[in-house]
Each structure stands twice: as structure tokens, then as C-alpha cells.
Nanobody, 123 residues
Framework: QVQLVESGGGLVQAGGSLRLSCAAS????????MGWYRQAPGKQRELVAT???????NYADSVKGRFTISRDNAKNTVYLQMNSLKPEDTAVYYC?????????????????WGQGTQVTVSS
């Protein structure tokens, strides 16, 4: 299977910046879309930003102009640069990816989630 490991979360004051990273590992053949989602306490998980292999991006309205998603296909890694952070950005941020991996016999589709990284923005 394919594993995703996030890093870069932490505590920051309002107006500050953080950069999240998510690295995929395993017998990966190809990754299609990679993205970031977040879940605040008592709320449903929501999309933050996604990026396709051809670098087409999509952002939640609440983060447009403040967050930037980017990816390094050679490293199977996706990043989320978060600027001008607000207290309402506080959440656990999850990485997601889908694509194809080799199971030892054949190519199979995968869809994986990371374990999440906490981002806390103080006012």
C-alpha cells in the first residue's frame, strides 16, 4: 500500500506562517491528485486545497490568497504554505493522495490518508 506522512504543524500566532509537508512512500507507480483537508473540533473534515499531477489547483474560498499548495512529483511530496494564519484555521490537517501502486503482481489503484498534523493559531 501507500503511506502518507505529514509534518510541519505547530503553534503560531495569528498573522504568522507555517509550511506543511506530506511525503508518500511505498511501491508507487503514479500519484494523480494530492491534497490537504482539515478538521476542526466538532466540525466535519473539509477540503483546503488540491493539486493534480498537471499542477491544476483548487482552493477552499476561506484560504484563497493565503495558502499555496505545491508538489514535487519526483519526491512524491506535497506542500501547503500557509500565510496570514487566522485562529479559525486551527484544525488537524490531513494529507490525501490517490494514484496507482504495484502490489507485487499488478498495478492497483490507491487512495490514502495521512495521520494528520495539528495546526493551532492563537489570537
Amino acid at each position: 500500500q501507500v503511506q502518507l506522512v505529514e509534518s510541519g504543524g505547530g503553534l503560531v500566532q495569528a498573522g504568522g506562517s507555517l509550511r506543511l509537508s506530506c511525503a508518500a512512500s511505498g511501491s508507487i507507480i503514479k500519484i494523480n491528485a494530492m491534497g490537504w483537508y482539515r478538521q476542526a473540533p466538532g466540525k466535519q473534515r473539509e477540503l483546503v486545497a488540491t493539486s493534480t499531477r498537471s499542477d491544476s489547483t483548487n482552493y477552499a474560498d476561506s484560504v484563497k490568497g493565503r495558502f499555496t499548495i505545491s508538489r514535487d512529483n519526483a519526491k512524491n511530496t506535497v506542500y501547503l504554505q500557509m500565510n496570514s494564519l487566522k485562529p479559525e484555521d486551527t484544525a488537524v490537517y490531513y494529507c490525501n493522495a490517490d494514484g496507482q501502486y504495484y502490489d507485487g503482481i499488478r498495478s492497483r489503484a490507491f487512495g490514502s490518508w495521512g495521520q494528520g498534523t495539528q495546526v493551532t493559531v492563537s489570537s
